[in-house]
């Protein structure tokens, strides 16, 4: 779905765009958001603040 390899995916996986991205791309599907939420034991109300401070946002917030 991202056009990127494995390899290449985990090269980037430190990368705050790519990890933006991967938090977009679970908050578009609630299913897999709740899944990966209660899975990992974050609240899915945390997903919209992370995405926007890796995007570059200061203090949290909500998608852009």
């Known amino acids: 779905m991202t056009g990127m390899s ?3 995916l985990r090269t980037h996986a430190e990368d705050p765009s790519t ?5 977009d ?3 578009s599907d609630e299913s897999l958001l709740l899944v990966f939420t209660s899975e ?3 609240a899915p ?3 919209g603040p992370a995405r926007h401070l890796l ?3 200061a203090g949290g917030g ?3």
């Open 6 to 8: 494995p390899e290449e």
């Open 19 to 23: 990890l933006a991205a991967v938090l």
């Open 25 to 27: 791309h679970l908050a």
């Open 40 to 42: 990992t034991g974050i």
């Open 45 to 47: 109300e945390d997903i």
């Open 55 to 57: 995007a570059g946002g």
């Open 62 to 64: 909500g998608f852009d």
